[in-house]
C-alpha cells in the first residue's frame, strides 16, 4: 500500500483515542490500544529524556498532565515512567512500548515535539526505534529546526510538517519547508483553505491531513479542503443525522 493510500485510508486519532482526559488520557498506551480496538490511525506527540530516550507526551512541562512541576526533558526514561497520567493508573509511555502494542495493527503519525537546547538526537533515536518496526508510520513536526533533520537523520521514513497560520509570513515560512523534501502537510482545520495547501495538494500532488476536528460539521469542513482528519472528542464514522 501507498504511504498517501494509508495515511488517508481511515481518521486519525488525536493522541489516541482519548476521552478528553476523564477517564482515558492522552498519549496514554490505554488511549492507543482504544484507537487500535477501534480501527483507528494513531496521532501522538515525542520528547527525548534526559538520557536520551524517546517518550510519548505532547507538553514540554509535566503539570497539565503528570501533575507535578517541572520539565520532562529533565527526566531519565524510568523516572518519566515513574509518572502517572492524570488520574489514571497508565504512565507516561517510552514510544518503544507504544509501538510493542501498536505492533502494525493501525498507522502511527509521531509529531517530533522540538525544544531547543533539550532535542539533540531525537529525530535520530525516533528513526532508530521505527528501524525494525514493521507497521505504517510517518514522523511530522510544527519545528523548522527539527524538518531540516529529518533528510538526514530519518531517511526513508513518511516525513511532514504539521503547520498553522494564514498571513504571508506564514505562507513564506510553510513555502520554505517544501525545500526539505517533505512527503505530507499535517494543517489547522480552521485556516482552510489556503494558498499553500491549494499548491500542495493540486500542483505537488501531496497528502494533508488537519488538526484537530471535533465535531462533523468540522470534518465536512475538511473533507472539502483535505484528505483525511486528525480528530477527538466525536465519533468521525458517524452519520449526520
Given at each position: 500500500?501507498?504511504?498517501?493510500?494509508?495515511?488517508?485510508?481511515?481518521?486519525?486519532?488525536?493522541?489516541?483515542?482519548?476521552?478528553?482526559?476523564?477517564?482515558?488520557?492522552?498519549?496514554?498506551?490505554?488511549?492507543?490500544?482504544?484507537?487500535?480496538?477501534?480501527?483507528?490511525?494513531?496521532?501522538?506527540?515525542?520528547?527525548?529524556?534526559?538520557?536520551?530516550?524517546?517518550?510519548?507526551?505532547?507538553?514540554?512541562?509535566?503539570?497539565?498532565?503528570?501533575?507535578?512541576?517541572?520539565?520532562?526533558?529533565?527526566?531519565?526514561?524510568?523516572?518519566?515512567?515513574?509518572?502517572?497520567?492524570?488520574?489514571?493508573?497508565?504512565?507516561?509511555?517510552?514510544?518503544?512500548?507504544?509501538?510493542?502494542?501498536?505492533?502494525?495493527?493501525?498507522?502511527?503519525?509521531?509529531?517530533?515535539?522540538?525544544?531547543?537546547?533539550?532535542?539533540?538526537?531525537?529525530?535520530?533515536?525516533?528513526?532508530?526505534e521505527l528501524e525494525n518496526y514493521q507497521g505504517?508510520?510517518?514522523?511530522?513536526?510544527?519545528?523548522?529546526?527539527?524538518?531540516?533533520?529529518?533528510?538526514?537523520?530519518?531517511?526513508?521514513?513518511?516525513?511532514?510538517?504539521?503547520?498553522?497560520?494564514?498571513?504571508?509570513?506564514?505562507?513564506?515560512?510553510?513555502?520554505?519547508?517544501?525545500?526539505?523534501?517533505?512527503?505530507?502537510?499535517?494543517?489547522?482545520?480552521?485556516?482552510?483553505?489556503?494558498?499553500?495547501?491549494?499548491?500542495?495538494?493540486?500542483?505537488?500532488?501531496?497528502?494533508?491531513?488537519?488538526?484537530?476536528?471535533?465535531?462533523?460539521?468540522?470534518?465536512?469542513?475538511?473533507?472539502?479542503?483535505?484528505?483525511?482528519?486528525?480528530?477527538?472528542?466525536?465519533?468521525?464514522?458517524?452519520?449526520?443525522?
Amino acid at each position: 500500500m501507498s504511504f498517501a493510500r494509508w495515511l488517508t485510508a481511515t481518521p486519525i486519532a488525536h493522541r489516541g483515542l482519548h476521552d478528553l482526559n476523564h477517564d482515558c488520557w492522552e498519549n496514554s498506551l490505554s488511549a492507543a490500544q482504544a484507537a487500535v480496538k477501534q480501527g483507528f490511525a494513531i496521532e501522538c506527540d515525542v520528547h527525548l529524556t534526559k538520557d536520551g530516550e524517546v517518550v510519548v507526551f505532547h507538553d514540554s512541562t509535566l503539570k497539565r498532565v503528570a501533575g507535578r512541576d517541572g520539565h520532562i526533558y529533565d527526566l531519565t526514561l524510568a523516572e518519566a515512567q515513574a509518572l502517572t497520567i492524570g488520574t489514571t493508573q497508565d504512565h507516561i509511555p517510552s514510544l518503544r512500548e507504544l509501538l510493542d502494542l501498536v505492533d502494525g495493527s493501525v498507522p502511527l503519525i509521531i509529531e517530533v515535539k522540538g525544544t531547543p537546547g533539550h532535542d539533540d538526537g531525537l529525530v535520530k533515536k525516533t528513526a532508530k526505534e521505527l528501524e525494525n518496526y514493521q507497521g505504517h508510520a510517518a514522523i511530522m513536526s510544527f519545528d523548522h529546526h527539527i524538518i531540516r533533520q529529518f533528510a538526514s537523520d530519518a531517511p526513508g521514513i513518511p516525513a511532514g510538517l504539521t503547520a498553522e497560520g494564514m498571513n504571508r509570513e506564514a505562507m513564506e515560512a510553510h513555502f520554505s519547508m517544501l525545500a526539505h523534501g517533505i512527503d505530507f502537510v499535517s494543517y489547522h482545520v480552521h485556516e482552510l483553505p489556503n494558498p499553500f495547501i491549494s499548491f500542495v495538494r493540486e500542483k505537488l500532488h501531496l497528502p494533508v491531513i488537519t488538526w484537530t476536528v471535533k465535531d462533523q460539521a468540522t470534518k465536512a469542513h475538511s473533507d472539502l479542503n483535505a484528505d483525511q482528519i486528525t480528530f477527538e472528542g466525536f465519533d468521525p464514522r458517524a452519520q449526520l443525522a
